[in-house]
């Protein structure tokens, strides 16, 4: 086997965002734009000789595509021994359960998430560490400036691998072993949950759907939903994971996933509703008749800890992405815990999980997890509700609006502009930070400021400092509006608004937070002048 060394030049932009580097195909698709990425990470990780990586993807269009040119530089480059899933297939959070169960060096995970898939759609390459967690941004940047110097990669020249079939075969000197996507994380879950309790609540009646969006979710919920745990034939709606995602958007939301919404409100609801997202590390819940927030979600799981077996020993504390809801804080203070506030980005909560100090995390952006990998986790979430209902026997609804009355409610809405001109994003948020000086102090439609400011982190494990975060605006009533420009998009840019107030009038407390945030959405429009600036008369996206 010959290793053959490429001459290249380096692209600019091939700087990882919130989670990995995301562009479209076509860009991916330039020559060496893909090897040069692979490159500067090999480059930078240094001798691999004797290591192990994992490697696959969510299934969209070019996976396997990338996954070919993965193995052959990995070979080129020294590794020992590639774990990869059948068909190239890993969700995101079974590529983190992977590299901790083998004690891999790394892996690399190919997606973009829940952005659309297809040949005009999206693409995504991220590199995960040891502990299973995204790449810190100490690493992330080192890599994207060894991208910008990159002169050459190394490959071999060699037939393409075989992934369908399951087996070890060898290239070169480098062991490939094409192992199946779903045995390791469905044995980490009945570790974590009890699924002989789940088995007899389906078994008495209980109903649920599943939509997996035609994204890689699908054959983890068919093998462990239907087969393992025994829900009807039919449970898992849209489970053949596709290139283009059906066409879809596989993002689990009440606009995206329309159809299961549907379903969930109609005459004839089922008990329960969840959905996943491109990669499977986003889930969305729903009861009959009723949506459960993701902040509210992760509230709920804290305060249900003690009824799941994984967790029943108790919690070392939770965390949240800053612009998540304050809910699970009054859990955390309830429970004599502490709660972490981090940026948003997963790679935020590695040193905390790490370090022993949180057990449960999670983000408004659908994303839930635990210490059980280093990745947000969908299934796991609606494993976790699962359990849940299984044991207090009530239904969705009862058990949030019980919640809300114990710990009070923080009404919270997310308003979502998707792709405005970059141009005119950076300028509203220059303007709105210019504003800050004016705001302090002064009352809005009855809502005093407190503060206003650039969230910036400093983590409480190795002390690194994250700046530029997020704006935020917040009000003596502990009432907040917080402003971000997303970094999981590819086309133009993302307005993220978010709003909170909080809730004790039961009464109110089951009121549409659209019309309990209306004020707030006024003066968001107000500050931000997002309207006049955009040329939106409403968001794109409301959850």
């Known amino acids: 086997m010959q290793i053959k060394t490429i001459n290249t030049q380096p692209y600019s932009g091939q700087k990882a965002g919130t989670s990995g580097l995301r562009k479209k195909v076509t860009v991916f698709q330039q020559t060496h734009y893909l090897e ?124 393409d691998i075989e992934l369908n ?35 007899q609540f389906f078994q008495s009646g209980f109903t649920m759907r599943f939509d997996a969006m035609h994204a890689v979710t699908g054959i983890y919920a068919h093998a462990i939903l239907e087969q393992q745990l025994g829900a009807p034939a039919g449970t898992v709606m849209n489970g053949v994971p596709l290139e283009d995602f059906g066409g879809g958007h596989p993002d689990p939301n009440l606009t995206y996933a329309e159809a299961l919404v549907k379903q969930l409100y109609s005459d004839n609801a089922p008990d329960f509703g969840a959905a996943s997202d491109g990669d499977g590390d986003r889930n969305m819940i729903l009861g009959r008749h009723c949506f459960v927030t993701p902040s509210d979600s992760l509230a709920i799981l804290a305060a249900n800890a003690q009824h799941v077996k994984g967790y029943q020993q108790g919690l070392a504390g939770v965390a949240r992405s800053m612009p998540t809801s304050m809910a699970v804080d009054r859990v955390a203070h309830a429970l004599n815990i502490p709660c972490y506030e981090t940026p948003t980005g997963w790679k935020f909560f590695g040193n905390l999980l790490d370090a022993g100090k949180a057990t449960l995390c999670g983000e408004e952006s659908f994303g839930t997890g635990s210490n059980h990998v280093r990745e947000k986790d969908g299934l796991w979430a609606v494993l976790f509700w699962l359990n849940i209902l299984a044991v207090r026997q009530q239904s ?41 000086p004016s705001l302090i102090h002064q009352t809005f439609k009855g809502y005093q400021v407190a503060f206003c400011d650039d969230f910036s982190y400093t983590d409480p494990v190795d002390h690194s400092i994250s700046t530029g975060q997020g704006l935020r605006i917040g009000f003596t009533d502990g009432s907040r509006l917080i402003f971000r420009l997303s970094g999981t998009g590819t086309d133009g840019a993302t307005l993220r608004v978010y709003l909170e107030s909080y809730q004790t009038d039961v009464v109110k407390q089951t009121q549409d937070a659209q019309i309990l945030l209306a004020d707030l959405i006024q003066l968001a429009d107000q500050f931000a002048n997002i309207r006049h600036l955009t040329g939106r008369e409403k968001p794109s996206v409301i959850t």
């Open 165 to 199: 079939a399951l087996g070890i075969q060898q290239v070169g000197d480098l062991t490939v072993e094409v192992i199946d996507p779903v045995t390791d994380y469905a044995r980490l879950m009945e570790s974590l949950f009890d699924f002989d309790r789940i088995r």
């Open 396 to 436: 969705v609804a009862e058990i949030l609006h019980e919640h809300w009355t114990q710990y009070g409610r923080n009404v919270y809405s997310r308003h979502d502009y998707e792709g405005i001109d970059s141009a005119v994003a950076k300028q509203l948020m220059t303007a709105l930070q210019a504003k800050f």
């Open 36 to 159: 040069n990425f692979v490159q500067a990470l090999f480059n930078v990780l240094g001798d691999v000789h004797g290591k192990t990586l994992v490697v696959g993807g969510d299934g969209r269009y070019y996976n396997t595509v990338a996954i070919q040119t993965i193995l052959k530089m990995a070979a080129a480059n020294g590794f020992a021994r590639v774990l990869v899933g059948q068909q190239g297939i890993l969700s995101t959070p079974a590529a983190s359960a992977v590299i901790r169960q083998y004690q891999a060096f790394g892996g690399i995970i190919l997606s973009a998430s829940h952005n659309p898939a297809g040949k005009e759609g999206d693409f995504g390459i991220k590199y995960n560490v040891s502990s299973g967690s995204p790449a810190p941004e100490k690493l992330t940047e080192a890599i994207y400036a060894e991208t910008q110097v990159i002169q050459n990669y190394r490959t071999v020249d060699t037939a």
